[in-house]
Every structure is written in structure tokens, then in C-alpha cells.
């Protein structure tokens, strides 16, 4: 349906090296940069820039990539509606989430694996431009990331709204309260995400329009980092609430509410926005309205 050759090159552009791109497609380095002759040779254009090792594609070679991801997005459409046709829907769904929402996702992934047993799932922990560009490369079918990360090529779909807490050791400086302000979080030893996390920045906007300047000692991509950290007894973090409400608050540490200001971020599902949309993605999506769904009803009962 797409000629192997144009999922050389897709190959090519994700691993940006000739002997990685082959080994993911399990041939060799000299079977691969043959078949990105012949594609030069079929269009009669230079597709990748000449060098000793691989040093990009010309802008030829962007457009042709392009059309290869289209296409092989299409031929992978075409095989979950025949599968889905004969015994339901199958293949891998590829998920992208910021660190913030890897727990929270599972009340997703497992709402869609109860109703599409034959899929597997795949989760990966990304910066949210790490997922909107996996998005408009085809290579993942989702993204959960914060709402304010959608454009115009991007659908979506809101999930949950979280506010975030402060998390401290047990023997803290708060003591006797229930609530802390965002000032008085700026002045504690504190270990936040790092400074590329969409996450952190948000963070980071809430304290400068605060006038605040709060310089965390340790930085982390991982957050289950951070409750460890936390949970160590010298620092403390910023959190969502619903990464505690899903695994626990971490043994020896306290949760109290920020307050001045009160704010909250809304996190939801990314698609890329194209018609037809796969199988995949619509059955995703499904699950990601019904989820929303309960969670308003939720909402209004209690």
C-alpha cells in the first residue's frame, strides 16, 4: 500500500542516522541508503543532504517525508477498519503525556482497554512539544497535555481540571495549617520539574506575576522523582492534586492547599485534527468524552 521505501525514509527522519534507521527496520545500512537512491531517482529530486554522516533532508525531502507520513498514516487507518470489521479493533495505541498526567491517565488507558482488549497501549512520558510534534508526525495517535497546547491542526478533548498542592515533609515549616500562599511556597527549598516542562513554566508564570523569583535547588523530569524527593525530608514541591488522589500522599509528607491565588489547568486529550480520523483515534476519543462526561456528573453530585 506504501512502498518500503517511504517507510525507509520515515525511519530515517525520526532516528536522524543512517545505521539506527536501519536497524529499526531491520535491514541493512547499505539496503536502506539504496532505497533512498531510488526515491531520488523516482522523483528526480535530492532528498537527503549529502555528507559523510546524515545531516538533515532538503526541503525536497521535507515535502516528500511529509506525503510518506500521510500515506503510511492512511495505509495503518485502512488496516484497523479491516481488522475492525472481522474482530474488533487491534493494533498498538500510542500515547504521549506530560509527566504531570501519567497517573492520572490510567482512568483513560483503562477505560479503553476494558472496551478494546486486542489493542496494546503504549505510554510515553513527554514535554508537551515532544507530543505535538509526535502528533503532526503520525507518531503517536494521542496526547494528553494542557488545553492551552491546542492549535488549529489539533482537536481535543478536555479531561479533568487540577489544582495544584504543596507537598512538604511531615515535620515542614507549616505545621497547625491547612492552606499556604504561593509567596510563602517561594521561600522553601523547593524541587520542581524542570525549566522545559510545560508544567514548570505554568508554575513559573503564577510566581512572576506574583513578583517572585523562586529558584528550586533540584530539577527533575520525573515525577515520581519529586515525591521521592519530598519524601526524603529537604524539600518541597508543587504538585497536581490528582497525581496524590490517584497513588497516595508519599510516607512522611503532608499536602496543604495553595491559595493567593487560587488557580487551576485544564488537561485534556490531543488529537491531530484530520478527516477521516483513524479507528484508533476515534475510539480514543470516545473514551476521553465519556470519561468527561462522568466526571461532570461527578461533579454536580457532589
Not at 35 to 60: K, M, Y
Not at 147 to 170: F, G, I, K
Not at 268 to 281: A, E, I, T
Request: proline share 5%; aromatic share 4%; net charge negative.
Amino acid at each position: 500500500m506504501i512502498a518500503r521505501k517511504y517507510l525507509y525514509l520515515i525511519a530515517l527522519a525520526r532516528e536522524k542516522h543512517f545505521g539506527r534507521a536501519a536497524e529499526a527496520c531491520h535491514v541493512s545500512a547499505s539496503t536502506l541508503s539504496a532505497a533512498i537512491r531510488d526515491i531520488e531517482s523516482e522523483l528526480g529530486v535530492t532528498v537527503v543532504e549529502r555528507g559523510q554522516q546524515f545531516s538533515g533532508l532538503t526541503p525536497e525531502g521535507e515535502r516528500v517525508l511529509e506525503c510518506a507520513r500521510q500515506l503510511a498514516a492512511r495505509a495503518e487507518d485502512l488496516r484497523q477498519e479491516l481488522a475492525q470489521m472481522q474482530d474488533g479493533l487491534c493494533g498498538r495505541l500510542r500515547l504521549g503525556v506530560i509527566p504531570t498526567g501519567l497517573t492520572a491517565v490510567a482512568t483513560l488507558t483503562a477505560a479503553f482497554a476494558r472496551r478494546h482488549p486486542l489493542v496494546d497501549i503504549e505510554v510515553l512520558s513527554m514535554s508537551t512539544q515532544q507530543i505535538l510534534g509526535g502528533l503532526r508526525s503520525f507518531e503517536l495517535d494521542g496526547g494528553i497535555a494542557y488545553l492551552e497546547s491546542t492549535a488549529n491542526d489539533l482537536a481535543a478533548v478536555p479531561l479533568w481540571c487540577e489544582n495544584h498542592v504543596l507537598l512538604t515533609p511531615r515535620d515542614g515549616p507549616f505545621e497547625g495549617r491547612d492552606c499556604v500562599t504561593w509567596h510563602e511556597a517561594a521561600r522553601i527549598p523547593l524541587c520542581l520539574l524542570t525549566a522545559n516542562m510545560h508544567n514548570r513554566q505554568t508554575i513559573d508564570s503564577v510566581f512572576a506575576s506574583l513578583g517572585e523569583q523562586p529558584r528550586p535547588t533540584l530539577e527533575t523530569d520525573s515525577i515520581v522523582s519529586i515525591l521521592a524527593h519530598v519524601s526524603a525530608g529537604h524539600w518541597s514541591s508543587i504538585v497536581p492534586r490528582a497525581v496524590l488522589d490517584l497513588i497516595g500522599i508519599p510516607t512522611g509528607t503532608r499536602v496543604f492547599e495553595l491559595r493567593d491565588p487560587l488557580v487551576e489547568w485544564a488537561t485534556g486529550l490531543l488529537v491531530l485534527n484530520r478527516q477521516p480520523r483513524s479507528p484508533m483515534v476515534e475510539a480514543l476519543m470516545g473514551e476521553a468524552r465519556a470519561l468527561n462526561l462522568g466526571m461532570q456528573d461527578s461533579t454536580r453530585v457532589t
